[in-house]
């Protein structure tokens, strides 16, 4: 975007002259993706920096294992648990800080799928085991990069500025009375557009955010337990009908009604945004 625009846009987002959709004011997103990211001036040094501190970290985190056997925490159960929580404010919240086990897990796995491509030839048998040790593979090194403590983060407020260089929003907080706006961010930019399975057009700002378990039902607030939908498939579909609607692990959604007469599935999971 060229300065020239982003004073336009300034200006257009400021005079209060854009309406609002769904309730929600007017917002302008910055998105890049971390490969963006990585090509900004002096990222080699910050990433430097941050690889720096994840391997001290990692290494006290050996270090305390191998001294103590545990991760450090105190757990209660019983009475004392129950003493505890009498006049606490429960509120399980996930922030996806950086793990470094979750370092051991990978150079394990990573270990684990070398010694088996080694020992065996792909084959009927061996193809699902090799799958599923590249997803754990692809999810560990996702973690790091991830999250709060994770490279994204950290590249993202030591280079954009102050205005973009704010702190990291959790995206699974367990039950929640309403959808923060870290969660509801992230699952409009992934959506788009309504989720309906049967197919829906309306954009991502006449939408509501569905879960897809509800609340009443043990259902968590999280980006991949939520999902865009319009307010009719919304209100009146699931909430009115009895329609089921779940997302898919691949991005797809499917959906049924109440006696299962009739199933709808999504063609596919939506463009990804930028």
């Not at 788009?192 to 968590?220: I, L, M, S």
């Not at 499917?254 to 299962?260: G, I, L, P, R």
Request: net charge neutral; charged share 20%; glycine share 10%.
């Amino acid at each position: 975007m060229t300065q020239k625009h982003s004073r336009r846009m300034r200006r257009l987002a400021a005079s209060g002259l854009l309406p609002e959709r769904a309730g929600q004011p007017v917002r302008a997103w910055a998105h890049m993706s971390l490969a963006d990211l990585l090509r900004l001036e002096g990222s080699s040094a910050v990433q430097e920096e941050w690889t720096a501190q994840v391997r001290a970290a990692w290494a006290a985190h050996r270090a305390e294992a191998s001294g103590t056997g545990g991760d450090g925490g105190a757990w209660l159960d019983g009475d004392a648990a129950e003493a505890i929580a009498c006049d606490a404010a429960m509120a399980p919240v996930v922030t996806g800080d950086l793990n470094p086990a979750a370092l051991d897990d990978l150079v394990r796995l990573c270990v684990e799928l070398d010694w088996h491509r080694r020992q065996e030839r792909p084959g009927p048998d061996t193809g699902p085991a090799w799958e599923a040790l590249e997803q754990a593979i692809i999810g560990t090194a996702v973690d790091l990069l991830s999250g709060p403590g994770g490279l994204a983060s950290f590249l993202r407020r030591r280079q954009l500025g102050a205005r973009l260089g704010g702190p990291s929003l959790p995206l699974d907080v367990g039950y929640s009375e309403s959808v923060p706006a870290g969660i509801r961010t992230a699952v409009i930019l992934r959506d788009r557009h309504c989720r309906w399975a049967g197919g829906c057009d309306q954009p991502a700002a006449a939408c509501q955010v569905h879960h897809t378990k509800h609340k009443a039902n043990g259902g968590a607030t999280s980006v991949k337990d939520c999902v865009l939908l319009c307010w009719f498939h919304h209100q009146v579909v699931i909430h009115r009908w009895g329609w089921t609607l779940v997302l898919n692990p691949d991005g797809t959604t499917t959906a049924w009604n109440k006696d299962k007469t009739k199933v709808l599935h999504s063609h596919g999971p939506p463009a990804r945004p930028g």
